[in-house]
């Protein structure tokens, strides 16, 4: 890191990441299944994804796959 550069994450930090933005995406997508508004979801998806259990979110993404 310098200072006024570009950050770039580990291997680590970067699939951290990809995890965090994949749990965003299924609690938004399946709060949209709802009927819930996209900015609502995208709002509430921010306090969920970061409390959803991880079994939660599988069934998020089986219910989803069902359709």
């Known amino acids: 890191r310098e200072p006024y550069r570009a ?6 930090g970067q699939d951290l990441a990809e995890i965090c933005r994949r749990r965003h995406r299924v609690v938004v997508a399946f709060l949209l299944s709802l009927g819930i508004d996209e900015e609502t979801a995208e709002r509430d998806a ?3 994804e970061h409390h959803v259990s991880g079994t939660t979110l599988e069934a998020f993404e089986r219910r989803l796959n069902q359709k």
């Open 7 to 12: 950050i770039f994450l580990t291997d680590a």
């Open 46 to 48: 921010e306090g969920i």
